[in-house]
C-alpha cells in the first residue's frame, strides 16, 4: 500500500497502525491451531461451492487462507479502510479469484437474509458492544441449515475487579470501541439464547496472544513500531499505555486467567 504520511500515521487508531506496520498476518487467540480447529468444526468440504461470510476479516488473512483451500465464494468484511486495502491488496498478490472484501459493520449487515452457507468471525463477537445484536445479523444472512462459527476470547472471573476493569479499557482503546471481555458462563448464556441451534461451545487455553511471526518479521515489526513512537508523538501517545499493559498482562496469563472458545450452531 502506499506510505503514509506522519500526519496520517499519527491519525491511526492502534488496530489501523498495527496493520499498517505489517502486525497483522496471523490470528491472536489460539494461533493457526485455533483456526484449523474452527475450519475443521465447520466441515467446510461438505458443502458445495459454499458461500462464505468472514465477519472482522482485519487484513484478511484467514480469509485468503481459507479461500485458497477450498472450492468456494468468500466474502471478508471490516470496518477500517486501511485493513481492506491491504486485504485486497494481499489477495490481489495471491492471485485468489475466489475472495473479496468490503467495509462493513457487523452490526448491521449489508447483505439480504439468507445470503450465505457458513458465517465464521475470529476476535470479533466478543469485541462488540453489543453480542446479541450481531448474532441476530449473523443468523439473519445465513441460508436455512447455514452453519456459524466464532472464535473469542473470554476472562476468568476469579481475575480482580480492577484487572478486568483495566484490561477492558486497554483492548477498548485497541480496537477503537467500548468492549467488555466477558467469561465462560456469561458466554454460555449468551450463545444459548443466540437462537442457534445444534449449539456446541469448547473452551481452549493454549496459544493466546501469541502471533505466528518469523524471527525476522518480528525484528521488522518491533523497529517500525518503535521508530513510528520516536517520530510521532500521537503514536508514541496512543501506544505507551498499551505497552505498560503488556507487560503486566504476561504475567497473568500464565494459567487458566484467560482462554478462548470455538462456538459453532446451525440456523
Known sequence: MKKLSKEEIGKLGIYEFQAYIGAMTSPTFGGWKGTDTLIELLKIKEIEKPKILDVGCSTGYITRYIASKFDCEIIGIDLGDLVIEIAREE???????????????????????????????EAITALVPNPIKVLNEYLRVLKPNGKIATLDLFMNES?????????????????????????????????NESGFNDIKLLDYYDDLFK?????GKLVKIIFKMLYHMIVNKEIRH??????????????VLKGDNFGYFIFT???
Do not use: C
Open 91 to 121: 489477495a490481489h498478490k495471491s492471485n485468489l479469484t475466489n475472495v473479496t472484501f468490503q467495509i462493513a459493520n457487523v452490526e448491521s449487515l449489508p447483505f439480504p437474509d439468507n445470503s450465505f452457507d457458513i458465517v465464521y468471525g
Open 159 to 191: 481475575l480482580s475487579d480492577e484487572f478486568m476493569e483495566e484490561t477492558n479499557e486497554i483492548m477498548s482503546n485497541v480496537i477503537g470501541t467500548q468492549i467488555k471481555i466477558r467469561n465462560f458462563q456469561e458466554w454460555e448464556q449468551i450463545l
Open 211 to 215: 502471533r505466528a511471526y518469523s524471527f
Open 238 to 251: 496512543k501506544l505507551s499505555p498499551t505497552l505498560k499493559f503488556a507487560r503486566k498482562f504476561q504475567k
Open 265 to 267: 450452531g446451525l440456523k
